[in-house]
Structures are given as structure tokens and as C-alpha cells.
């Protein structure tokens, strides 16, 4: 830099500049320049050509700029000017405010105020605060949306801390990559021999005899949705996983439930009547099946499991206990029924079609399931059923040449009929509105029919 240059920057005065050249360095230096009169009215307005988004605004000239300020920056436009024009104003300090000039201009300009000597003239040079106020905004959404990712995370942390805690069966999750407890519930510590923090990333494989971690992990894969037997290398004892495979994050993990014979190790050891119970639960030659309050099996034992001709539990949990019968939501109409039996005999439908006869009692649960014990009953309804046949073949062999052909139908019809009615009513101990469900009949219709065979008068005594 020559000394001329040096000279024109350091001169005390200022640079001296051409009067023809200083408005465009106005123009430029910032986005809106006003300049305003002593009494408050816009004398000249200069908008930067390179921001466009100012637009027009020629028309201010001649008016307040009051006129053209949101009502919360007039008082500090006007506090500004006069202590600019009496001198109070030590250096150009900037202030923010707000335009309005109806609904085409309104956003934010930061203005410093500078005296220019003449009439008390004070120049306002505005910088356009919008760019500044748009980033703010997505900043302050961007905030937002994180606090509200965060509280929704703590609400499903919550929500999943809870539930894997209050779950009775030990679970697991395992993270297929590593073959590391990802997370474990209480019973499933217990039941592998630690606590949760230290079983949390320890090797899955390592509660196990003869397992290798590679071949482990791929026999979880493979046996997604079914049964895989272990040992458990704690307590040398038999155990059953159910795994259940899934993704989370791109990362692919490993449900496992544990499925014990004779329950949970604790509870025998704390409470032996749990364990007694749980004995005889698990080796009663009656099958046995428990719902919960929506009529769906929640738990069978083994001899359910074989009546039903199925392999495992986790292929008949979910299913409604209708569905076991052959008559459906009647015989549980009955079975439930406070004034009708609690035992009964009727068929059990595999879920291959096939039928079996079962004697089923029903007992409530406190949390509204209820409790099925079913007994096989093939040799007495065979009996049952054989007798019954042999009576009517030869009442209808000794009619045979003394009678008709269609009377001798017509009375067949008639013994069948009333020995159906009379079986519905002892089944439901006389209850007539389940024996009526039962036969298909109206309350009405099976009234008729007990008087016409003499039945009615027959119970009432």
C-alpha cells in the first residue's frame, strides 16, 4: 500500500469520499438506510439492490416512521432519535425492531443510529434481521423436537423397565452379532445364577453345557418360534427355550423365553406349597388348562397337551378355550353358569378335526380366568352310547310286521327327541335356559316339548 492510500484511511476526519459515490456505499453497506428529519418524518429511504427481498418501498418517504413500526418499537425508535439528535447517545448503538406496513412487509431490521450534522438530520442504517430470525426459529423447533424424542425415549424406557420387570417367565435378550446378553429380567438372573448388571454383556452361551457360542446362536436362529432344549450348566437341570428372533436398529436380536419343568427354582425352594402345587399341576393325569379373563389359554399341562394330540404349549397359548369344544361358547355358557354344574361331559376338538370325549370341570380364577380340568371319557360314552343303541334297535326290531314302517319311525323319532331333552336337562342340572342353548331351542319350544313327554312334571316333583 502506497502512502496516498495510507493517508486517505488515517485521516482524522474520515476518508473523504464524493458525494456522487456515497450513497451507493450506503446502499451497499446495508440493507435499508433511512433518513430521517428532526420531527420523526422518513426524508429519504436507500434499499440495498442486492437483498431483494425488501421489495418497494419508495412510499415511506414524507411519513412518520412510526407509521411503518410494529406498536412494540415505537417507543424505542423515538427514545433513539432524540438521544442521538441531543447528543446523549455516546456511540451508534444498535437496536432491533419490528416493521409493519400491512400484510406484504413485517419482519425484524437491527438499525444503527448516526448524527449527519445537518437540521438534525439522524441516518438509520438498517440490517435485515429475517435470515437470522428464520435460523433461530428452526433452531428453537429443532430443540423442541429433541425434547420431545427424548421425553417419548424416557416414556418407552419406562414403559419397557416395567413390563420386563412384572413378566414371571425369565426372559432374555440377546444380541445375535456378539452372543451377548443385550437385557434380562429378574427371573431369568435367578435362573442363570447372577444379577442383572453383571449378567448384562456377559456370553449367553456360557449358562449352558456343551454349547458352543457359533453353533448356539445359529440353533436360536433356527429355532425361531419353537422349542429348543438346554441345560442349564448352574443348576445341571432341563430347561426349554422359546426363541424369538427380530430387528432393532438394524441390529438383530434374540427374545428368548425360558419354559421350566415343574416351575420356577426360587419359588420350590421359598415356598413348598407352590411347589407341591406346581408338582401337581405339572403331573396330573388330567389335562389342565387356564385362561385368562377373555376366555383365551393362558397355561395347559402335559396331559392337555397330549388329549389335544399337541406338541407344545406355545402352539395352543392365545387360543380361545372355545375353540377345544365341540359345542363352543355353549358349553362354556354352561360350565360358567353360577346356577348350572360345574362338570360336564362333552367332546374336545384337536385342532387336526378329530373329536374326543372329555369330562371338563370349570373353576373361577380371582383375576377372572377360569380353571378347566378334563378327564377322558372315551370307555364310558362308548358304553353310554352303545346301551342307548341297543335299546332302540331292539324296541324297533319287536314293532317290526305288527306296525307300519312310519309309525315305527315316527315313535323312533318321538324316544330319540325325549332322550335328548332328558340328557340336556341332567346335564345342566335342570337349568332350562342352558339345557335350551344347548338343544338349539327356544326357552319356549323346550318348555312344550317337556310337557308333551311328561319331563316337566317329572322335575318338579
Not at 446495508?30 to 428529519?37: E, K, P, V
Amino acid at each position: 500500500m502506497n502512502t496516498r492510500e495510507s493517508d486517505f484511511w488515517n485521516e482524522r476526519s474520515g476518508p473523504r469520499i464524493a458525494p456522487e459515490y456515497f450513497g451507493d456505499i450506503v446502499a451497499t453497506a446495508a440493507d435499508l438506510a433511512l433518513l430521517i428529519s428532526e420531527n420523526g418524518r422518513i426524508l429519504s429511504v436507500t434499499t440495498n439492490p442486492l437483498n431483494s427481498g425488501i421489495g418497494r418501498i419508495d412510499h415511506w418517504e414524507g411519513r412518520e416512521i412510526t407509521s411503518f413500526l410494529a406498536p412494540d418499537s415505537q417507543a424505542k425508535v423515538r427514545d433513539q432519535l432524540d438521544a442521538v439528535s441531543e447528543g446523549r447517545a455516546g456511540r451508534p448503538d444498535a437496536i432491533e425492531v419490528n416493521h409493519a406496513d400491512g400484510a406484504i412487509w413485517d419482519f425484524p431490521v437491527r438499525y444503527t443510529f448516526h448524527r449527519t450534522g445537518r437540521d438534525g438530520r439522524v441516518l438509520m442504517l438498517g440490517r435485515d434481521m429475517r435470515p437470522l430470525a428464520e435460523l433461530q426459529q428452526r433452531l428453537v423447533k429443532a430443540q423442541l423436537a429433541l425434547e420431545r424424542d427424548y421425553q417419548t425415549e424416557r416414556i418407552h424406557e419406562t414403559r419397557y423397565r416395567v413390563i420386563l420387570d412384572s413378566v414371571r417367565d425369565p426372559l432374555v435378550l440377546v444380541d445375535v452379532a456378539s452372543g451377548r446378553i443385550v437385557d434380562l429380567n429378574a427371573p431369568a438372573a435367578r435362573m442363570l445364577g447372577g444379577g442383572v448388571p453383571e449378567l448384562t454383556g456377559s456370553p449367553f452361551t456360557q449358562a449352558f453345557e456343551g454349547r458352543r457360542r457359533g453353533e448356539f446362536i445359529d440353533a436360536l436362529v433356527a429355532a425361531d418360534g419353537t422349542s429348543l432344549a438346554v441345560q442349564m450348566r448352574q443348576t445341571g437341570g432341563a430347561a426349554t427355550l422359546v426363541p424369538r428372533l427380530f430387528r432393532n436398529a438394524g441390529e438383530r436380536i434374540l427374545l428368548c423365553r425360558f419354559e421350566t419343568r415343574g416351575g420356577d427354582a426360587d419359588i420350590r425352594a421359598d415356598d413348598p406349597r407352590q411347589a407341591r402345587l406346581s408338582a401337581l399341576y405339572q403331573g396330573s393325569v388330567e389335562g389342565i388348562v387356564l385362561t385368562d379373563p377373555s376366555g383365551a389359554v393362558a397355561d395347559c399341562n402335559d396331559a392337555f397337551l397330549t388329549l389335544a394330540d399337541v406338541d407344545s404349549a406355545s402352539h395352543v397359548a392365545g387360543q380361545q378355550m372355545s375353540e377345544f369344544l365341540v359345542r363352543g361358547t355353549i358349553d362354556l355358557n354352561v360350565l360358567h353358569d353360577a346356577d348350572g354344574p360345574r362338570s360336564f361331559t362333552t367332546r374336545l376338538v384337536t385342532p387336526f378335526g378329530s373329536q374326543r370325549p372329555v369330562d371338563v370341570t370349570a373353576t373361577p380364577l380371582p383375576d377372572g380366568g377360569h380353571a378347566y380340568v378334563l378327564r377322558d371319557a372315551v370307555g364310558r360314552m362308548e358304553a353310554t352310547e352303545s346301551a342307548g343303541s341297543g335299546l332302540g334297535a331292539i324296541d324297533a326290531t319287536d314293532q317290526v310286521g305288527s306296525v307300519p314302517l312310519r309309525e315305527i319311525v315316527a315313535s323312533m323319532t318321538d324316544v330319540i327327541e325325549k332322550q335328548c331333552i332328558a340328557a340336556a336337562v341332567e346335564l345342566t342340572e335342570n337349568n332350562r335356559v342352558a339345557a335350551a342353548e344347548m338343544l338349539g331351542l327356544s326357552r319356549q319350544s323346550l318348555y312344550v316339548k317337556l310337557r308333551k313327554y311328561d319331563l316337566l312334571q317329572r322335575d318338579e316333583e
